[in-house]
């Protein structure tokens, strides 16, 4: 059973990598509770499906922006002092929501405002946050280091979300928004705690042209485009987050809000444990396929179904089939893009995993108020199988993906035994 464990050497190997892993759990799980709270607050203030949609949907301008450009920036400055600097400011806009709570008539518009800023932030973030990565963990350990990355993500996930709905329903929103205050303070105190990661040597001034380097690049790969496409389809059909609110009221289960919320990470976080496996797989475009198609189904049957029971295990195998995919696109990103395009291509993975979702809340929450929620839910989850199958026969490149032979994965693996072999070449940069 061992080889199915994960692995935890980039852990115990890096220090760097362990303060930013900590920071990051402890950061997200806060999040995780305001993620509960806005649309659970907009709720309770319209009872309207739209309304909670809108809240994702005004993240879509300023994470399509900021995303972008934050990968140009990841490429350009200190990658540690741009996620500190962010962490900061997401510190402020949960005040922001907080100070919103505590009056007598709270304000809509100052919630949307500040879920587009939230956008803005996680744009500017996240694209530092992985392209930190190949400067902190050895290339081998590259997909043991994504799987944890991926671990601390469920873990907040499901520990955020869980109690989350507990605060909010024992006590007041405004209290859920406190408590994410202040993971944001330890947050900063481990993040202060790494060393600086500065832009390498060769880094280009953040411009459009550079941008533009990266775009041109993520085109000219039609793996990659794939798996952006693969992801933003399976996302915006079966991704039914705006809906789980009125979701725990139709099942007659309101104190199951938070489970709801967390149970497609109980399935994710199986895999993600278990996922030892993966190294032994060759055919990282076919998982990606069959994962996404799984995906679709599980939604599909959620759906069908009207028992609390039944609802939480599909939407943990959705949650599974959903990290399948999330390991090997990860895997396929890390191990086959070059170093100088990291931050770059990581805004980019960050727009085709964030629009989708973002988008489909809007798809769901339209789908239900024309129809029904089981509607929304059932169909999207079919629509999503048939997407994915109709894109696998457009992209056979992906379809054919070998680790092993690819020409990108075998120069990425070149340079990464050059500046093992050759450790000055990697202290040059930095």
């Not at 060393?195 to 411009?207: G, T």
């Not at 048939?386 to 696998?392: G, N, R």
């Amino acid at each position: 059973m061992a080889k199915y464990a994960i692995d935890l050497s980039p852990l115990r190997k890096s220090a760097d990598f362990r303060n930013l892993w900590a920071a990051g759990l402890i950061s997200y799980f806060g999040s995780m509770i305001t993620y509960v709270g806005v649309p659970f607050q907009i709720k309770e203030l319209t009872n309207s499906y739209v309304a909670v949609a809108i809240s994702g949907l005004v993240e879509i301008v300023p994470l399509v922006i900021f995303g972008l450009y934050g990968g140009v920036l990841a490429d350009a400055i200190d990658r540690k002092k741009l996620i500190w600097a962010t962490e900061a400011l997401s510190l402020i806009f949960t005040g922001l929501l907080l100070i919103n709570s505590l009056v007598d008539s709270p304000s809509i518009l100052l919630i949307y405002v500040v879920s587009g800023l939230f956008a803005a932030v996680s744009g500017l973030r996240q694209p530092a946050m992985q392209a930190a990565l190949p400067r902190l963990v050895d290339h081998e350990d590259m997909t043991a280091a994504s799987a944890l990355m991926s671990l601390r993500w469920q873990a907040g996930v499901i520990i955020g979300p869980t109690i989350g709905g507990v605060l909010i329903s024992t006590f007041s929103v405004a209290v859920g928004y406190a408590a994410d205050i202040s993971t944001f303070v330890i947050s900063l105190i481990l993040l202060a705690m790494m060393r600086n990661i500065p832009p390498a040597k060769e880094a280009e001034k953040p411009s459009l042209a550079a941008l533009f380097d990266g775009l041109k690049y993520a085109l000219a790969r039609k793996d990659l485009l794939a798996t952006y496409l693969i992801d933003l389809a399976a996302m915006f059909f079966a991704m039914p987050t705006a809906l789980i609110p009125f979701w725990a009221d139709q099942l007659g289960t309101p104190w199951a809000l938070g489970l709801l919320y967390a149970a497609g990470t109980v399935g994710s976080i199986a895999v993600t444990l278990s996922s030892g496996w993966t190294k032994n797989t060759r055919f990282y475009g076919r998982a990606i396929i069959w994962a996404a198609i799984g995906w679709g189904a599980a939604i599909a049957l959620a759906g069908a179904t009207h028992y609390l029971a039944l609802v939480l295990l599909f939407l943990a195998l959705a949650g599974a089939s959903d990290m399948v995919s999330a390991l090997f696109r990860s895997a396929m990103w890390n191990q086959t893009i070059p170093d100088n395009l990291r931050g770059r291509l990581a805004g980019i993975e960050l727009l085709s995993y964030s629009l989708g979702p973002l988008a489909g809340q809007m798809r769901a929450a339209g789908m239900a108020a024309a129809f029904t929620l089981t509607i929304s839910v059932t169909a999207g989850g079919i629509i999503c199988m048939i997407s994915v199958a109709l894109l696998a026969s457009f992209f056979p490149i992906l379809r054919k993906f070998d680790i092993k032979t690819d020409r990108f994965a075998l120069e990425k693996a070149a340079e990464s035994e050059k500046l093992r072999l050759n450790p000055q070449s990697e202290e040059e940069i930095s």
